[in-house]
């Protein structure tokens, strides 16, 4: 079974500022299976990143993935307002999915 | 335009059986996995489990596998999610989402909030 944690639990960051949050995973694994999504408060989640690196349609390029194995990294380059919320990775290898726990970007 | 749009919140007793409910619209509803996912208050999300519409294959994540039903409706694009005994640890905000392909989920519901309280 593979256990995501992701750090820092929450990030204090400044508008402007770049954000890098870290998805790590008890066992490596094909990036294909690696994605991130953002939650604002109150909204449903939304797909950021699929296969570690690949932005979803309309995701700006201020959003991109990295990583292989068992690190895999989200980063936002410039925070904008809207981006502050949790950000959580997932795996899903067609017989499971597992969730991170989340990284909180709040604002400093 | 893709659209999953799931049945109103519910507020029950400890015992009661529930049975929500997501409708998939904009596309071939039997080509695309279905998932739900738990978030209870103030916490992350927890896959439950997920059905394939076009042969009703199933898989449940442990955690929940005895615990909830799943299961689809392709005649009406419908996927729902079923107790049979509800508990006060089930209240929480249950998510349907798509498999898109890419081993991803690209389009979630509206979220039903379910209250379980005596």
């Known amino acids: 079974e593979i256990v995501l944690t992701q750090s820092p639990g929450t990030l204090s960051l400044s508008p402007g500022e770049r954000a890098t949050l870290s998805c790590r995973a008890s066992?490596?694994?094909?990036?294909?299976?690696l994605a991130w999504y953002q939650q604002k408060p109150g909204q449903a989640p939304r797909l950021l990143i699929y296969?570690?690196?690949s932005r979803a349609t309309g995701i700006p390029d201020r959003f991109s993935g990295s990583g292989s194995g068992t690190d895999f990294t989200l980063t936002i380059s410039r925070l904008e307002p809207e981006d502050f919320a949790a950000y959580y990775c997932?795996?899903?290898?067609?017989?499971?999915?597992?969730f991170g726990p989340g990284t909180k970007v709040d604002i400093k | 335009e893709v659209q999953l749009v799931q049945s109103g919140a519910e507020v029950k007793k400890p015992g009661e059986s529930l049975k929500i409910s997501c409708k998939g619209s904009?596309?071939?509803?039997?080509?695309?996995?279905i998932a739900w996912v738990r978030q209870m208050p103030g916490k992350g999300l927890e896959w439950m489990g997920i059905?394939?519409?076009?042969?009703?294959?199933?898989r449940y994540s442990p955690s929940f596998q005895g615990q909830v039903t799943i299961s689809t409706d392709k005649s009406i694009s419908t996927a729902y999610l079923q107790w049979s005994s509800l508990r006060a640890s089930d209240s929480a905000l249950y998510y349907c989402?798509?498999?898109?392909?890419?081993?991803?989920?690209?389009?979630w519901g509206q979220g039903t909030l379910v209250t379980v309280s005596s």
């Open positions: 989402v798509r498999h898109g392909g890419n081993y991803s989920f690209d389009y």
């Open positions: 904009g596309y071939s509803f039997t080509n695309n996995w």
């Open positions: 059905i394939f519409p076009g042969d009703s294959n199933i």
């Open positions: 066992h490596s694994f094909s990036s294909k299976y």
């Open positions: 296969g570690a690196s």
């Open positions: 997932q795996y899903y290898d067609s017989s499971r999915v597992t």
